[in-house]
């Protein structure tokens, strides 16, 4: 199977075709409604925060203000990043059962068979989805607090938005292929080592995903159309993967 940031970005490309065919609209109401608001709240409040938070990044008295002009398009970036991210984590943990609904009926037309864990109503499938986003949002602040504190060291901060644009492109291929994946009964571990042993296509599929949460409009279909991305990429790619990978 190819391993490469192109077959990454052909996954989503297929999801958002997908959630465009009449058997899985309605799945993909909910989590739109979610989407909308949530995304709005958190653009309104980043907008007004902005100023404040690059004069604290970059003040102008420090060493490297001549840089500014340079840095403050890159910061501009990392605020959108940190934006998409928030309403990332906050979307999901409240639109995660009927994610997993959303996932399962990919998997069962692609396939023609559900997954191994299927037939769960949202209610029963609420606590799962909740307790496998809760565990997701715990690895990600693992790892993002230490990122954002690169942000305040003076030299440091000019790559700190280069390492969390990357981070954020793994970080999204982990949460969206965590559904059709959890489906299936793998865990986390197993999930991550999946994911590792493509991880060029992982980047490419997160990447892009990221790219989509930035354009007006389509953002707000970004999620339903990850999720059955990554299912498709379950499907042809990552159920195949050898499951000896080194994690």
């Known amino acids: 199977m190819p391993n490469n940031p192109l077959a990454g970005a ?29 995304f ?32 403050w398009p890159l910061f501009a970036l990392t605020m959108v990043l940190v934006i998409v991210y928030s309403f990332t984590v906050l979307a999901n943990l409240i639109a995660a059962p009927f994610n997993s609904q959303l996932a399962e009926q990919v998997e069962l037309m692609l396939s ?32 993002a607090i230490p990122l954002l504190i690169l942000f305040a060291i ?32 793998l865990d986390f571990k197993t999930q991550h080592t999946r ?15 990221t790219l989509l949460m930035m354009v007006p409009v389509l953002n707000f279909l970004a999620m339903p159309a990850a999720v059955a991305g990554a299912t498709v990429y379950w499907h042809e790619q990552l159920q195949r993967e050898d499951q000896g990978a080194t994690p």
Do not use: C
């Open 10 to 38: 052909s996954y989503l490309l297929r999801g958002f075709s997908l959630i465009m065919r009449p058997g899985l609209r309605h799945f993909v109401l909910i989590p739109l409604l979610v989407n909308t608001v949530i």
């Open 40 to 71: 709005s709240l958190l653009a309104w409040f980043g907008i007004s925060q902005f100023q404040e938070l690059i004069n604290w990044l970059l003040p102008e008295e420090s060493w490297f203000a001549f840089l500014r002009w340079l840095l």
């Open 112 to 143: 023609g068979l559900p997954p191994q864990q299927a037939g769960g109503s949202i209610i029963k499938n609420l606590v799962p989805a909740l307790k496998s986003e809760l565990g997701k949002l715990g690895y990600f602040l693992i790892r």
């Open 154 to 185: 003076p030299g440091v901060n000019i790559i700190a938005p280069f390492l969390w644009l990357l981070f954020n492109a793994w970080f999204l291929a982990l949460e969206y292929a965590d559904y059709p994946m959890a489906n299936n009964n």
């Open 195 to 209: 994911l590792k042993a493509a991880r060029l296509t992982s980047l490419g599929f997160g990447g892009t995903t």
